[in-house]
């Protein structure tokens, strides 16, 4: 079974423009989370999406939105992008069963890099 | 509000060592605790899922344990290999929030030197 795929896996923008990030979950899978790894801050959690609808959100200002597509596959935008907004960021798959049973699995990654 | 503590920071040890990578978390409600590996610039790779109501969790050279009434897990890797070398990441999955989001520890990056 393939994994979680995430594109591009390297992006360089600078201030202002705006990015748009896709992460295909692993086959079956109907949740996914998207999360920004800063050398300062770690992981955080941005939010995470369940057949269709957002299901969570992080403490992000609204500049960062995602959506998910009917085959699962998810893209999270980033407008006016600022140089705080360079990161890792990942997303997460699952299948989300009710009692938290399942094991989220992460993509590479995408590399943003804003100048 | 749920908090994840990863004790060392950092860790440097010689091959053929085990040892142990303690995690911590602040309130016990939490439907699992994960651990993961990091290798420098890639995504994470899970190692183990413990479920709230397990103890431990095997896996070849790694054996996870969760204590849920301390708010502790353990991560032991028996006979590291310059190959473990990376940061290990461990995350709990709240009861508070619904759906799948993770807190994570800030990690610990350990160093296998031959």
């Known amino acids: 079974k393939a994994g979680v795929t995430q594109t591009p896996r390297y992006l360089i923008k600078t201030r202002g423009q705006q990015v748009t990030l896709s992460c295909s979950p692993i086959s079956g899978h109907r949740s996914v989370s998207w999360y920004q790894q800063t050398p300062g801050q770690g992981l955080q959690f941005l939010f995470e999406y369940f057949s269709e609808t957002q299901r969570n959100k992080g403490n992000f200002p609204g500049r960062f939105s995602g959506r998910q597509f009917s085959n699962s596959r998810s893209e999270m935008n980033v407008s006016t992008l600022e140089l705080g907004d360079s990161a890792l960021y990942l997303c997460?798959?699952?299948?989300?069963?009710?009692?938290?049973?399942?094991?989220?699995?992460f993509g590479p990654g995408t590399r943003l890099t804003v100048l | 509000k749920q908090e994840v503590t990863q004790i060392p920071a950092a860790l440097s040890v010689p091959e053929g060592e085990n040892l142990v990578l303690n995690c911590s978390f602040t309130?016990?409600?939490?439907?699992?605790l994960q651990w993961f590996r990091q290798d420098p610039g890639k995504g994470l790779t899970s190692l183990l899922l413990?479920?709230?109501?397990?103890r431990e969790q095997t896996s070849g050279r790694l054996n996870a344990s969760l204590d849920k009434s301390s708010g502790r897990s353990t991560l032991y890797i028996a006979a590291s290999q310059p190959g473990d070398s990376a940061t290990y990441l461990c995350a709990v999955r709240p009861r508070e929030t619904s759906g799948s989001r993770l807190t994570f520890g800030e990690g610990t990056q350990l160093t296998v030197n031959p």
């Open positions: 997460a798959s699952s299948t989300s069963p009710t009692g938290g049973t399942d094991t989220q699995y």
């Open positions: 309130d016990s409600a939490i439907y699992n």
């Open positions: 413990i479920q709230s109501s397990q």
